[in-house]
């Protein structure tokens, strides 16, 4: 079979049957030999060999990149990669205009400055640690993600190997036993602070300082140490129980020449490198003079409110999460901000009081989760007619929708920038400029 494109996933397209189906590593132009199964109406395909190879395919360099599907490209070389991802946000921003050219990456390993590992027994009943295989429960033992910083892969490494003489066991999710569930590395990327989140079933860590002691030894380079205790039947990592062991409990690192306070729960974009080009068009395309008063709804640790206080007028930062506010609140008084406020609430029903009360603001930064913005949400941005919005996303489908909200009631779309935050990945993050009209 040929392949004929490649779906947003990064999956080759091939035709059996009258039907389109989706392959897994295939590339647009090759052809290879492809298992067909089916089950009731449910039609699988499997690439078995390529036989004619594309100029863009390349050996991955991970050696779990086929078992792991963290990342979903690593058989395409860079320009393959870049290309791919200038074209789903070209076909997807079709009805508002032309995207610039995405921004890439210099070096696309080594970024993520957070890392979470969990640890298991093989069938020998050793220790492995690694990650899981992707939509599946199924560990995959490794000693090391390209994608990580390899500082964090090293700790947990260490980590792993101490176990036994600590007589600490993997936990089980099935039988709800053991001991270490995960471990958490967060690193600064500028201030090389480490913290180390060891996530456990009890709160009951017999050796506990022995412990602490020893992984210092072997690392000295982190800077923190914490527990977090998770007993839950769940997914999360992170429960709500936390101890500091070692250090003050938080790092701290610096984005765009401001410093800020990490703890092990608050949200900080995983690639720096690329956030600082992100936030500096994003803040570019706010236009600021000095005089605007701007908000940033969705504000997490403040990051981008706190960095565009610089050249605003006066900053409001909006947050459901109370300890992200908190985070928030720190940092503006760390870095010396004094033309920035944070509030705990929902940004859509501050912006609607806002309005309500005539108030006005100049810009609305606006970063969502996945999922977007509600109707809700950009209604009361609507009402509250700022002369600019500027949508940072890290899903330009559902920016795709509620742009098209934004377009109809009153805005035109004035600039599209792509940048690529997770390099391997399918992922591609994009902020959009919109202007009332």
């Known amino acids: 079979m040929t392949c004929t494109g ?3 996933e990064g999956k080759g397209i091939v035709q059996w049957q009258g039907k389109q189906l989706e392959v897994e590593h295939l590339l647009p132009g090759e052809t290879a030999e492809i298992t067909v199964s089916t089950s009731g109406r449910h039609v699988q395909a499997e690439l078995k060999r390529v036989i004619t190879s594309s ?5 991955p360099p991970c050696a779990y990149y086929y078992e792991c599907g963290g990342c979903q490209l690593q058989h395409m070389n860079d320009q393959a990669q870049e290309g791919f991802k200038q074209q789903i946000i070209d076909n997807l921003m079709k009805p508002f205009g032309k995207p ?3 921004v890439t990456m210099d070096h696309p390993y080594d970024y993520r400055n957070k890392s979470h590992t969990t640890f298991g027994l093989n069938k020998d009943r050793q220790i492995i640690g690694g990650l899981y295989a992707q939509n599946s429960h199924q560990l995959i033992a490794m000693d090391r993600c390209l994608i990580h910083d390899p500082k964090a892969d090293a700790i947990w490494q260490t980590i792993k190997d101490m176990m036994k ?3 600490m066991q993997p936990y089980n999710e099935d039988t709800g036993r053991g001991f270490l569930r995960h471990v958490l590395v967060k690193v600064g990327k500028v201030s090389g602070e480490i913290m180390v989140v060891l996530v456990v079933a009890s709160p009951i860590f017999k050796g506990k300082n022995n412990f602490v002691k020893a992984l210092r030894k072997a690392h000295p380079e982190i800077s923190t140490i914490l527990m977090n205790v998770n007993n839950r039947k769940t997914s999360m990592v992170l429960g709500d129980q936390e101890q500091v062991l070692f250090g003050k409990g938080t790092i701290t690192d610096t984005l765009c020449g401001m410093k800020f306070d990490i703890s092990a729960k608050s949200f900080y974009q995983i690639n720096p490198v690329q956030t600082e080009k992100l936030y500096t068009k994003a803040i570019e395309m706010a236009q600021l003079t000095g005089e605007e008063t701007v908000i940033d709804a969705y504000c997490g640790i403040g ?3 706190l960095i565009a206080s610089q050249k605003a007028g006066k900053v409001i930062g909006v947050e459901l999460n109370k300890d992200a506010v908190r985070d928030a609140i720190r940092n503006s008084k760390r870095n010396g901000v004094k033309n920035a406020r944070f509030y705990q609430g929902d940004s859509g029903e501050f912006m609607t009081d806002m309005a309500a009360r005539g108030e006005k603001a100049d810009v609305v930064i606006m ?6 913005s509600d109707e809700a949400f ?5 009402k509250l007619k700022p002369e600019r919005i500027v949508y940072v996303s890290c899903n330009p489908v559902t920016q795709v929708r509620d742009m098209e909200y934004l377009v109809k009631n009153g805005y035109e779309v004035k600039g599209i920038q792509p940048v690529d935050m997770f390099p391997q990945t399918v992922h591609v993050e994009n902020v959009v400029e919109l202007v009332l009209k």
């Open 165 to 167: 003489s600590f007589k």
């Open 6 to 8: 490649l779906t947003d």
């Open 55 to 59: 100029k863009d395919r390349v050996q």
């Open 303 to 305: 990051t981008i409110g």
């Open 378 to 382: 950009l209604s009361s941005v609507v």
């Open 367 to 372: 970063d969502p989760p996945r999922s977007g």
């Open 100 to 102: 610039e050219p995405i």
